[in-house]
């Protein structure tokens, strides 16, 4: 298995697998598989964000298919740009378990410390098990709950703000 940061070349695998988590896993985004593909040029959007300095996705890779996903979003702004936000975590099903995730998460990691980050943050859906108990083994810690941070039609999710300092 390979763990990299994506480029636009492999936007068309990573646009695929983000619609299989939209449709898979919907209550854990914020976007739903419907906006996803109600987007006018979705592909060169995922793209354009690829190449971004502030964008850093991560792909994990089986037999040259991509399997997984995250991102880390460093911050523009001048005073929150030592921190970064986690985002957009997915695993397929049948690779969870085998510590993809982890190794994802440890990649930006990992770069957010050569970049200078000092903070990474995350929103967690609070019945993500998985997820949280992800998080936390790699120090990530709870600094608070947002109550019905997600609504999905008439369903509400709450979710864990979890941060990781890195200059410790």
Known sequence: MEVRRLSAKDTVSYWELRLEALKTSPDAFITT?????AKEKPVEQAADRMTSDHNYTYGAFEDSQLIGT???LRQSHKKFYHKADIL??????DYR????????IEQAI???KQAGIEQ????V???????????????????????????NGDSYF???????????
Do not use: C, W
């Open 88 to 93: 957009a975590m997915y695993v397929s099903p």
């Open 33 to 37: 598989y419907e906006d996803a593909i």
């Open 97 to 104: 378990g085998k510590n993809i995730g982890k190794q994802l």
């Open 120 to 123: 990474l943050l995350l929103g």
């Open 125 to 151: 859906v609070t019945t993500n098990t998985p997820g949280v108990r992800l998080y936390k083994s790699l120090g990530f810690t709870i600094f608070g709950t947002e109550k019905n941070a997600i609504k």
């Open 110 to 112: 990992h770069d957010a």
């Open 158 to 168: 709450d979710e864990y703000l979890m941060v990781l300092s890195l200059t410790s």
């Open 70 to 72: 995250v991102t880390m």
